[in-house]
């Protein structure tokens, strides 16, 4: 598969799992559970879909892509006087001791 390829491929499954994930929780939620929008019920059948993006990184980047995680930026930085840091550099801090 030529790279073009496999990144649109990775691009719309992403999609798709996000989109179908999602209205799949909120028909199950109001359809099969019978929960009101407005119940506290509805709202822990809601909470993975507050994770779809996630898993859909994982999925697609371990099984539809292969990626793999090396270059996804997971490491911590070490920053100054040994200290690690898992913020990007933008955001670091100088402190004076």
Do not use: N
């Not at 911590?76 to 006087?81: A, D, K, L, R």
């Amino acid at each position: 598969m030529t790279a073009m390829r496999t990144k649109t491929s990775g691009i719309v499954m992403y999609l798709l799992i996000i989109f179908a994930g999602a209205w799949l929780l909120e028909i199950i939620g109001w359809r099969v559970l019978h929960v009101s929008a407005t119940d506290l019920a509805f709202q822990f059948v809601l909470l993975p879909a507050a994770f779809m993006p996630a898993i859909a990184t994982i999925i697609v980047r371990k099984w539809v892509t292969h990626e793999g995680f090396t270059d996804a930026g997971l490491r911590p930085i070490s920053g100054e006087h040994g200290r690690t840091t898992c913020l990007p550099p933008s955001c670091h801090c100088s402190w004076s001791a």
